[in-house]
């Protein structure tokens, strides 16, 4: 029994025996590569050490290890010309066991090797040591240029690729956070401070923000926005992605794997609304967040018509008030309708019970209506698309299928499509209005009316929709636990409404993420942003001689800051999905790094939306009012009568 133990023992010991020569290779190729890239960087002052330079010096090095294992593993091998020299030694421990156990029937070295007694009785310990050096040599040689050869050949969406990226999907889902992509060193970067090899990011990191740019292309949408949040919807958490040039295939992606984790998914689709999931922005809200969310919504220009708008501002403020005493729900439709029907005003009028709201309705609505299809018709021209044609069918409801309270409760998931390439400028002022919707569920939270969890908004081509409002939300979600992530195609892009909304963005987004750019001036804010490194710049002198010119050993020493990176890297060598990150929070790194990507589900998947299907809500409903009450006469014929929407 104890015989069987110290052989089975041993058995393990030998094959244990082989990992710290592994450790003492690896050690090896490393000294080596750092002593040729050493002598590369001396010889030239101006050399940068590139990728290209370690696969030479580890090519160097395999030809050194050939060379060394080679002679050590004849001459250990070579039995006439040693065994004189070294002799016999029985003395050793480890001599003793070997031979035990190699004169066993399952002899492991037997099989192997083909070792025997007489063959231990041979050769010497040290010879045996000899020989197991140069033999694991060729094996570490061997194992290294496979595992380089498959480096090299393993692409973004081969098998053994997915199948690693999703064991690193579940490593980061333990740990409650996210798999946001790799490191790669084709680049140079000085001052490199990684994050590891395998880059993952926490909930606390993510509050504090992302700004991701990149042109078209890059892979803003399929490499971070997407993976970001298919990563947080199997991490049980809701998610509201907002993407101006989104399609049915990218919703398709988010579904399948929505339902793979039991989520509900609402999909806002201006480009077919009556596919749409409904959602009403003038639903919920105090009158004073109502007003800003539909005054807010608009470009108003300058001049003569800033006066329009303050008096856009004061009617709908007072109109809504009224109805909010009267508790009454509405749609763009009502409000349309209200400004565009004196009847209708009296009819609101007459169920006011606040004294103050019901007399400045009547001093500013009633009795000076004839003013009212003056000062608001650029209003109601910029409110009719919501309310009649084309958004109608996802606007107009009173049950809208999509409440961001609930979604930020439940936990839910939000697709919103904003095609401005088929509504124009009505898309843009849409997605403002339900950034606008966003501000008001976080002053919800901050008020305590909903409990705060973590909760990751996603905002693609955010430019379009920028405004001076939206950094105020910006400051604030960070408290109510928001993660916000916003994209656009290049830094000039966010000056587009002013330079102080692009540098309050930049200073409020501690993650970042630059992908490939094409202009120069985008290039240069980036250069800036990541810093310089200080570093010792050398000019030497030249002689001018009769024939040529020669290089003087005068010269000058300076200390100059310099750029961590090549600029050409981010015009030219960046690759789709490939991005420079930058990371702030909670310590400073920043690296080059190989995005995430979810393989494309779209093929297989046939979806149905979720709707609202509690009770009807009953609200305000003018066309009802309009052509079902007093409003008209009963008895006038039909051939007299006009439809008031088709006299518009």
Not at 99 to 110: A, G, T
Not at 321 to 338: G, H, M, P, Q, V
Not at 480 to 486: E, R, W
Not at 615 to 623: H, I
């Amino acid at each position: 029994m104890n015989k069987v133990i110290v052989l089975r023992g041993l058995k393990w010991l030998l094959i244990l025996s082989i990992i710290p020569f592994f450790l003492f290779y690896s050690l090896i190729l490393l000294c080596i590569k750092s002593i040729f890239n050493l002598i590369l960087a001396n010889l030239s002052e101006d050399k940068i050490i590139t990728a290209k330079d370690r696969y030479f010096s580890g090519f160097l090095l395999g030809l050194i290890c050939i060379v060394v294992s080679i002679f050590p593993l004849s001459w250990s091998m070579n039995r006439p010309l040693f065994y004189t020299l070294i002799g016999k030694n029985d003395d050793y421990v480890f001599i003793k066991l070997l031979k035990l156990y190699i004169s066993s029937e399952n002899s492991f070295l037997k099989s192997l090797y083909g070792f025997s007694v007489d063959f231990i009785e041979k050769y010497s310990f040290y010879k045996l040591i000899f020989t197991i050096f140069s033999v694991t040599l060729l094996i570490f040689l061997i194992i290294k240029c496979i595992d380089i050869y498959f480096k090299k050949r393993i692409k973004t969406n081969s098998l053994i690729a997915n199948k690693k990226k999703k064991k690193l999907r579940e490593k980061a889902y333990k740990k409650n956070k996210i798999y946001i992509g790799s490191r790669i060193n084709k680049f140079e970067l000085k001052d490199r401070r990684n994050a590891g090899k395998h880059i993952f990011l926490s909930q606390d990191q993510r509050q504090a923000h992302t700004l991701a740019t990149g042109t078209t292309g890059a892979g803003k949408t399929e490499s971070i926005i997407i993976p970001h949040a298919l990563g947080d919807i199997q991490n049980g958490n809701g998610v509201i992605i907002i993407d101006p040039k989104g399609s049915e295939k990218t919703f398709k992606k988010l579904y399948y794997y929505a339902k793979e984790s039991n989520k509900r998914i609402h999909f806002i689709n201006l480009a077919k609304p009556e596919e749409s999931s409904t959602y009403n922005p003038v639903l919920r809200g105090t009158p004073n967040q109502l007003m800003n969310r539909v005054v807010g919504a608009f470009d108003w220009g300058e001049g003569e018509a800033t006066y329009y708008k303050d008096r856009t501002i004061k009617l709908l403020t007072l109109l809504l008030e009224a109805i909010n005493d009267i508790n009454e729900l509405i749609t763009f439709t009502d409000l349309y309708n209200l400004f565009d029907n004196k009847d209708l005003l009296e009819e609101i009028f007459e169920r006011i019970q606040d004294d103050s709201i019901k007399y400045r309705f009547k001093k500013d609505l009633i009795d000076n209506y004839k003013n009212i299809s003056r000062d608001l018709e650029g209003f109601l021209s910029k409110i009719y698309p919501f309310a009649f044609d084309p958004f109608n069918k996802i606007c107009n409801t009173y049950n809208s299928d999509v409440n961001l309270s609930e979604i930020y409760e439940q936990n839910d998931i939000l697709y919103v499509t904003l095609p401005s390439n088929l509504a124009g400028e009505s898309s843009k002022s849409f997605g403002k209005m339900l950034l606008q919707d966003l501000k008001s569920l976080t002053g919800e939270i901050e008020a305590e009316k909903l409990k705060a969890h973590f909760f990751p908004v996603y905002i693609d081509e955010f430019s379009n929709l920028a405004n001076a409002d939206f950094i105020d939300w910006l400051n604030k979600a960070r408290s109510a636990k928001i993660a916000i992530t916003l994209a656009t195609q290049s830094l000039a892009d966010l000056s587009a409404y002013s330079n102080e909304v692009k540098d309050q963005i930049i200073e409020n987004t501690n993650l970042k993420f630059f992908m490939k750019a094409n202009s120069a001036k985008t290039i240069d804010e980036i250069m800036h942003l990541t810093g310089t490194e200080k570093e010792s710049k050398i000019t030497r002198q030249i002689e001018n001689n009769t024939f040529s010119k020669e290089q003087s050993r005068m010269g000058t020493e300076r200390i100059v800051d310099s750029f961590l990176f090549d600029p050409n890297i981010l015009r030219k060598n960046l690759s789709t999905g490939e991005a420079l990150m930058e990371i702030k929070n909670p310590s400073y790194s920043i690296d080059f790094i190989k995005c995430d990507y979810y393989k494309d589900t779209s093929k297989d998947v046939n979806y149905t939306l979720s709707r609202n299907i509690s009770t009807e809500c009953k609200g305000l409903n003018t066309e009802e009012l309009l052509y079902n009450s007093h409003i008209y006469d009963d008895t006038q014929d039909d051939d007299d009568f006009e439809n008031p929407i088709n006299s518009l």
